[in-house]
């Protein structure tokens, strides 16, 4: 098992830059797949970005590709993204996760079995 928690996260405005941090503890070696989700007010949780714990394969949707970053520090067993020119559509509570299942990089959060607890993401006019 493994143990996510989240940092980072606030109220920027649009065009501004936050990078969320995702720090895992437990069974950290048996990590395979990370990823960010988000879910906003009323809608589905969806996914933003997913990365292999190993490897350079990088997974992004389609609404956050070009501006945001997902990257790891495997020593450290931490997860980022690195979010730039916010849009106000991002707002959301975006959520990390984790995989220790050997499959193929999921983008549905059913692929995922370990969540962090939430951060909260507000970008205003």
């Not at 589905?44 to 997974?59: D, H, I, N, T, Y």
């Amino acid at each position: 098992q493994v143990q996510l928690v989240q940092s980072g996260g606030g109220l920027v405005q649009a065009g501004d830059s936050l990078r969320l941090s995702c720090t895992a503890t437990g069974d950290t070696h048996k990590l395979y797949n990370m990823a960010w989700f988000r879910q906003a007010p009323g809608q589905e949780r969806e996914f933003v970005a997913a990365l292999p714990w190993s490897g350079s394969l990088r997974k992004y949707a389609g609404t956050v590709k070009g501006r945001f970053t997902i990257s790891r520090d495997n020593p450290k067993a931490t997860l980022y993204l690195q979010m730039n020119d916010l849009k106000l559509e991002d707002t959301a509570v975006y959520y990390c996760a984790a995989d220790l299942e050997i499959r193929i990089l999921g983008e549905a959060a059913s692929d995922y079995d370990y969540w962090g607890q939430g951060t909260q993401v507000t970008v205003s006019s």
